[in-house]
């Protein structure tokens, strides 16, 4: 190898170095933000089956303005 060959492979490797350590930390970003959103993911799954569960074993009773409403549809005016 010449010296010409040797400088052309250092300035090479010097471009390819810079040039890594401009995409790494993209690369480490994005594959962190894939690991976010894998455990958000799984934590949303697993809220809606609990929700799912939840819902099924609920109890049917009336609310309190329900009772309110029955009540003051029952009553019949009198006129005196």
Do not use: C, H
Not at 34 to 52: H, N, S, V
Request: charged letters at 25%; proline letters at 2%; a positive charge.
């Amino acid at each position: 190898m010449t010296g010409n060959q040797i400088q052309g492979l250092i300035g090479m490797l010097a471009t390819l170095g810079i040039l890594l350590l401009l995409v790494l930390p993209s690369a480490i970003g994005a594959v962190r933000e894939r690991r976010i959103d894998r455990q958000l993911r799984k934590a949303q799954e697993g809220r809606a089956e609990k929700e799912a569960q939840k819902s099924s074993s609920r109890s049917t009773v009336p609310s309190t303005a329900t009772w309110y409403a029955d009540g003051r549809r029952s009553k019949k005016f009198v006129s005196s």
